[in-house]
């Protein structure tokens, strides 16, 4: 039987992707610039998420399609964590502005192209190195690209932390080590995620989700203490 993912990925997704990953960078740095707050953050999550969802609508792309919807369970998933970090541990604050439970409306849904860009990411690492190779290089873009984003996203006034050890007086440490725990599992469950049937993505999905809650807490007891 021919693997259906055989040369895959296209250069067109390729482009897809990283258009969405670009513009987001720079709506965030002109959003840090002058301050533009929380508008720009659901600005620039929209336009992501209809770029992808139209790109895999009008191509018929059926990872792109996967990871979108990976993406929105994983997104609202997510609460769960935000409403931790600010209403548990008291450390992430977000302005004045509608929310959904503790997090800005627009999170699940950032979240949601966050991880049809890192999924994507961890496929195409996956396909071309295998399951070990992926898992550590995502660990290591999990970490690393972190404290430019909390950099820009506070002064953009999209959000902040407060009374935890930061990086910069920006970064948490613990959002860093979490970051890197989140990426090495993301190749092993975005790969089932495109190997699976389309009926798997909403388990696969919680599953991110939780794991996205447990590293966060993992990450807090190591370099917080409880």
Request: aromatic residues 18%; charged residues 10%; contains cysteine.
């Amino acid at each position: 039987m021919t693997d259906p993912w055989e040369g895959y990925p296209t250069k067109r997704t390729f482009i897809a992707v990283g258009t969405t990953m670009v513009s987001g960078l720079v709506i965030a740095g002109l959003a840090s610039k002058f301050a533009w707050g929380w508008t720009a953050a659901a600005a620039s999550t929209f336009l992501t998420l209809a770029v992808l969802a139209g790109y895999a609508i009008i191509t018929k792309d059926e990872l792109i399609g996967k990871l979108c919807a990976f993406g929105v369970v994983v997104g609202f998933g997510e609460l769960f964590t935000d409403a931790w970090a600010v209403s548990s541990v008291k450390v992430l604050v977000y302005p004045p502005q509608p929310l959904i439970w503790d997090s800005p409306f627009y999170m699940p849904f950032s979240w949601t192209g966050l991880m049809v860009q890192l999924g994507f990411i961890s496929v195409w690492l996956y396909s071309k190195w295998g399951v070990w190779w992926a898992c550590g290089i995502m660990a290591v873009i999990g970490g690393s690209n972190l404290p430019l984003g909390e950099y820009l996203a506070k002064g953009a006034e999209f959000w902040h932390y407060v009374d935890c050890k930061m990086l910069f007086g920006s970064t948490p440490w613990f959002v860093i080590l979490g970051e890197v725990f989140i990426g090495a599992l993301m190749p092993v469950i975005v790969w089932q995620v495109i190997r699976r049937p389309w009926g798997w993505v909403v388990p696969l999905g919680a599953a991110m989700a939780v794991w996205l809650f447990l590293c966060s807490i993992a990450a807090w007891a190591i370099v917080e203490g409880f």
